[in-house]
């Protein structure tokens, strides 16, 4: 059973940036495709990004790419969404899935999910 926590949500003014953390163990993590994704207030969740279990391939969406950065620490399981420049339109729930799939990772464990909060 694989578990995801994560943490480093909170508030922060538009153009300013914020690191999310994801904590991964259980069984299997480091063979799986680590993903982002996020839900903001009456919207539907959305795909933000996708990190291959090496780490070293990364795939975004179209509305973050050039703005919010993935990698992988595998030796202490941990994933990071490094998020520049953030909009208002960024904020929401995020949550760190764990999956197969790529570009987009299917997920088959989610986290609890961290708020993101972003004033204009």
């Known amino acids: 059973q694989v578990q995801l926590v994560e943490s480093g949500g909170g508030l922060v003014q538009a153009g300013g940036s914020l690191r999310l953390s994801c904590v991964a163990s259980?069984?299997?993590?480091?063979?799986?495709?680590m993903g982002w994704f996020r839900q903001a207030p009456g919207k539907e969740r959305e795909f933000v990004g996708t990190?291959?279990?090496?780490?070293?391939?990364?795939y975004y969406a179209s509305s973050v790419q050039g703005r919010f950065t993935m990698s992988r620490d595998i030796r202490k399981s941990i994933v990071y969404l490094e998020m520049n420049y953030l909009k208002p339109e960024d904020a929401g729930v995020y949550y760190c899935?764990?999956?197969?799939?790529?570009?987009?990772?299917?997920?088959?464990?989610w986290g609890q999910g961290t708020q993101v909060t972003v004033s204009s």
């Open positions: 899935t764990a999956g197969a799939g790529w570009p987009v990772v299917e997920p088959i464990y």
């Open positions: 259980g069984g299997g993590v480091f063979s799986k495709n």
């Open positions: 990190i291959g279990w090496t780490g070293g391939n990364t």
